[in-house]
């Protein structure tokens, strides 16, 4: 979990090592290591430049695997040797016969943007990258239908359906990287769940490589298909345990003629829930986006040049900023219903906001958005993040960030050599906080004094640990704070079902 750097093709006791940092539970079965016999077989599967391993015939250096080794975060490493990047089901389904009969655990990996660990190994398993896979297969534009290869990168999709007259149903600050095929596994949300839903709703069809090879083809592109249990529900979100998606089917939506967007700043956290009730009624049909930061994710975002920064007069005795999106059809209707909105805002006996900066072109729009899209990275600029994504009720998002600073200064960390800032932002209509705490370094004092504190926090509003991002690696013990012995238990089942060998991402989700 920490910099660990991985030098050499590891031994048993480097092994060991990076095991004891990277949390991995007991249950995860012995796994066998990759061979060179193994390489040997794949590279009959695929081409050479599509094999990456330390072992003939492929014989690459070990740094050419750091990054694919090693999170976005820099937080969580993995010792793999070989990294296969097939370019069609056929190989996906092969390898997998491979592993399944040698019991090589294996790693999917799409733009490698996930931010709880469940994208890299946890030893030395097989990374099986998808970014060879990216053909657009078919696209609808009179129904919407798009059906692509897994590793499409989110970004190129939107880019292909916009002459079409279409947008993607989900939007988030990783699109330049992540995959669809990683979207789904993740069941990422974003910040156009609020308008589109989740893609629960979104995915009409996958096509999924079972643990031992087996392809099972439910593409299907059909708005309504009620026969029985809906397989590939368990797909979206099961962050690579069960299976590879290598196909997706997807909705996608009519794209607005007009979207606005206007930055309102709050003196005070608890005028945000009256204020989201009022831009609901008042915005209705056109409100695509609600998305809230505090004020200590607004200084990091202009800190690292995420967006232009406010005027300083209309930041002065600001306590948080919410971003509204409209998407409509009509510029001028949308407009007046924006202006509408400010004005009514602006003029009220008791205004909930101090002033509201309204895009006037689409450079400005693009900058009132990197305020808050860009929050992630300008914190990974600042400092090693402990990331804590969490669902509870709106109202008291404030108090748990404020818990946890209190909690952490109590302990004496709230240095500038430990923890620098706690901050919140996040999903207000999904009731999705982005609680973070950056610290000059990760570490295992920090660690402990955050879990299982935070994670108690959220069970005390029978909330959620892991709103958007899954578990991964990071929340494997900490399941039982949202979900219930039962459902634990049946989740087990589940995995034990698909993959009775546990090589499927071991060591992620379910233990
Ligand atoms: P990866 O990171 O490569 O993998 C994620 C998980 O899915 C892993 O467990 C992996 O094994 C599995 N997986 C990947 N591809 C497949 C496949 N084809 N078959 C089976 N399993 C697979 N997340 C949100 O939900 N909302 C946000 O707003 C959001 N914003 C982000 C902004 C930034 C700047 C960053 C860095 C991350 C953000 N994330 C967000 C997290 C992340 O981008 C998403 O989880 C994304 O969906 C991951 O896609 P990926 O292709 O990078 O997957
Ligand atoms: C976001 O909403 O910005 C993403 O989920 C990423 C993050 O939590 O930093
Ligand atoms: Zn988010």
């Given at each position: 979990?920490?910099?660990?750097?991985v030098?050499?093709?590891?031994?048993?006791?480097?092994?060991?090592?990076l095991?004891?940092f990277?949390?991995?539970?007991?249950?995860?079965?012995?796994?066998?290591?990759?061979?060179?016999e193994?390489?040997?077989?794949?590279s009959k599967?695929?081409?050479?430049?599509?094999?990456?391993?330390?072992?003939p015939?492929?014989?690459?250096p070990?740094?050419e695997?750091a990054n694919?080794?090693?999170d976005?975060?820099?937080?969580?490493?993995?010792a793999?040797?070989?990294?296969l990047?097939?370019?069609?089901?056929?190989?996906?389904?092969?390898?997998l016969?491979w592993?399944?009969?040698?019991?090589?655990g294996?790693?999917?990996?799409?733009g490698?943007?996930g931010?709880v660990?469940?994208?890299v190994?946890?030893?030395?398993?097989?990374i099986?990258?998808?970014r060879?896979?990216?053909?657009?297969?078919?696209?609808?534009?009179v129904?919407?239908?798009l059906?692509?290869d897994?590793?499409?990168?989110?970004?190129?999709?939107?880019?292909?359906?916009?002459?079409?007259?279409?947008?993607?149903?989900?939007d988030?600050?990783?699109?330049?990287?992540?995959?669809?095929g990683?979207?789904?596994?993740?069941?990422?949300g974003?910040?156009?769940?609020?308008?589109?839903?989740?893609?629960h709703?979104?995915?009409?069809?996958?096509?999924?490589?079972?643990?031992d090879?087996?392809?099972?083809?439910q593409?299907?592109?059909?708005?309504?298909?009620?026969t029985?249990y809906?397989?590939?529900?368990?797909?979206?979100?099961?962050?690579g345990?069960?299976?590879v998606?290598?196909?997706v089917?997807?909705?996608?939506a009519?794209a607005?003629e007009a979207?606005?967007?206007v930055i309102?700043?709050l003196?005070?956290?608890?005028?945000?829930?009256?204020?989201?009730?009022?831009?609901?009624?008042?915005?209705?049909?056109?409100?695509?986006?609600?998305?809230?930061?505090?004020?200590?994710a607004?200084d990091?975002?202009?800190k690292?040049?995420q967006?232009?920064a406010?005027d300083?007069?209309?930041?002065?005795?600001a306590?948080?900023?919410v971003?509204?999106e409209?998407s409509?059809?009509?510029?001028?209707?949308?407009?007046?219903k924006?202006?509408?909105?400010?004005?009514?805002?602006?003029?009220?006996?008791?205004?909930?906001?101090?002033?509201?900066?309204?895009?006037?072109?689409?450079?400005?729009?693009?900058?009132?958005?990197?305020?808050?899209?860009?929050?992630?990275?300008?914190?990974?600029?600042?400092?090693?993040?402990?990331?804590?994504?969490?669902?509870?009720p709106?109202?008291a998002?404030?108090?748990?960030v404020d818990?946890?600073?209190?909690?952490?200064?109590?302990?004496?960390?709230?240095?500038?050599?430990a923890?620098?800032?706690?901050?919140?932002?996040?999903?207000?209509?999904?009731?999705?906080?982005?609680?973070?705490?950056?610290?000059?370094?990760?570490?295992?004092?920090?660690?402990?004094?955050?879990?299982?504190f935070?994670?108690?926090?959220v069970?005390?509003?029978?909330?959620?640990?892991?709103?958007?991002?899954?578990?991964?690696?990071?929340?494997?013990?900490?399941l039982?704070?949202?979900?219930?012995?039962?459902?634990?238990?049946?989740?087990?089942?589940i995995?034990?079902?698909?993959?009775e060998?546990g090589?499927?991402?071991?060591g992620?989700?379910?233990?």
């Open positions: 979990m920490f910099d660990v750097l030098r050499s093709v590891p031994s048993r006791t480097s092994l060991r090592y095991r004891s990277n949390r991995v539970p007991s249950l995860v079965r012995d796994l066998s290591s990759v061979t060179a193994d390489v040997t077989h794949f599967i695929l081409s050479p430049s599509c094999v990456l391993s330390t072992f015939p492929s014989s690459a070990v740094e695997l694919f080794n090693s976005w975060m820099g937080k969580y490493k993995g793999s040797t070989t990294v990047k097939p370019k069609n089901t056929q190989q996906v389904s092969e390898i016969k592993c399944w009969e040698r019991r090589i294996v790693v999917p990996q799409g490698n943007t931010l660990g469940g994208s190994p946890v030893n030395d398993e097989v099986l990258s998808l060879n896979m990216n053909n657009i297969r078919s696209f609808d534009p129904s919407g239908i059906v692509t897994a590793g499409c990168i989110l970004e190129s999709l939107t880019e292909f359906i916009a002459p079409h007259r279409h947008i993607m149903p989900l988030l600050g990783a699109k330049g990287s992540c995959m669809i990683g979207n789904v596994s993740t069941n990422a974003g910040l156009r769940l609020l308008r589109y839903g989740s893609l709703g979104s995915v009409l069809g996958l096509e999924v490589v079972l643990p090879g087996t392809v099972m083809n593409l299907s592109t059909l708005r309504k298909d009620n029985g809906d397989l590939k529900q368990l797909f979206i979100g099961a962050e345990t069960l299976g998606v290598t196909g089917s997807i909705l996608t009519a607005p979207s606005n967007n309102l700043v003196r005070d956290f608890k005028d945000v829930l009256p204020l989201y009730q009022i831009v609901k009624q008042h915005l209705s049909e056109i409100l695509s986006a609600f998305e809230f930061i505090d004020k200590g607004y990091l975002a202009t690292h040049g967006g232009r406010l300083d007069s209309d930041v002065e005795g306590g948080c900023f971003l509204v409209t409509g059809g009509k510029r001028e209707h949308d407009e007046e924006l202006n509408e909105l400010l004005e009514s805002l602006l003029s009220a006996d008791k205004p909930l906001i101090t002033t509201g900066v309204l895009s006037q072109s689409p450079a400005q729009f693009s900058s009132l958005w990197a305020l808050r899209e860009g929050v992630t990275e300008a914190v990974s600029k600042e400092g090693k993040a402990y990331k804590y994504d969490i669902s509870i709106l109202s998002f404030k108090d748990v818990a946890t600073r209190e909690h952490l200064r109590k302990k004496g960390l709230m240095r500038d050599d923890v620098k800032h706690v901050i919140g932002y996040g999903h207000v209509g999904d009731g999705n906080l982005h609680l973070n705490v950056v610290a000059q370094t990760y570490s295992k004092e920090i660690e402990s004094a955050l879990e299982p935070v994670y108690e926090l069970e005390s509003y029978r909330g959620s640990i892991s709103a958007e991002h899954g578990v991964g690696v990071m929340k494997t013990h900490a039982h704070y949202t979900k219930d012995a039962v459902s634990i238990e049946w989740m087990k089942k995995k034990e079902l698909f993959d060998r090589i499927m991402n071991p992620k989700v379910i233990v």
